[in-house]
């Protein structure tokens, strides 16, 4: 499938089911094997293709090989999961602004913060390097335990709320739209590099489409 009819894909099926995760926060199985488990345990529980649950703190996602899930926040915010991936839902509340908190253990995903109506959000990512605070962003993040966690912030909402990465070792980064960063252990030190977006970086998530705004222009190849 071309990347482009599969982020239309994404994006209609998301629309479809915008209305139900005004109720709270929705996990879908947009193809493929995808997995949850509730709070109160395993056995990991199987969704149909096409079908849909609703996520409850602490609940956790997967996907298996080939396949792509999606999760709609109350906000109208999104999060895409793509193969072999693990996400869990610690949690999610919406007042004046919305607060939630996922912890991302393996595989790719895009994140679709939104603002809708003047609203503001403030999103929560830890991975095994650190964490990833965004306002909103859209942005794609892959955590593997060999290569280490990826960060491509595509769009801002708001060029004055960057994307801010803090690692375990105190070490803190502020990205902006068109901005990368590869943090990663090399010899036994964490280490990190921000540099400005390239298209081999943007293909390394091309199983999620292309992105639908890129501050800056197009990347460097």
Known sequence: MKPGLLALLVLTAAS????????????QNLHGSVTYITASGPPPRELAPSASTVLFDDDVAQTGTASMAAVLLADSSQIIMASNSVLKLDSFSQDAIAHAHFVISNGKMRFRVMHPNGARADYRFTTPTGEIAVRGTECDVSVDA????????????????????????????????????????????????????????????????????????????
Request: charged letters at 25%; hydrophobic letters at 40%; zero cysteines.
């Open 16 to 27: 479809g089911w915008r209305a139900d995760a005004q109720e709270g926060r929705i996990l």
């Open 146 to 221: 060999f290569d280490g966690v990826r960060v491509n912030v595509y769009h801002l909402s708001d060029p004055a709320l960057p994307v801010h990465v803090t690692m375990t070792d105190g070490s803190a980064y502020d990205l902006a739209g068109g901005q990368k960063i590869w943090m990663r252990w090399v010899s036994g030190k964490l280490v990190a590099r921000v540099s400005m977006l390239t298209k081999a970086e943007i293909d390394r998530f091309s199983e999620l489409g292309p992105p639908s705004t890129i501050d800056g222009g197009a990347p460097k190849r």
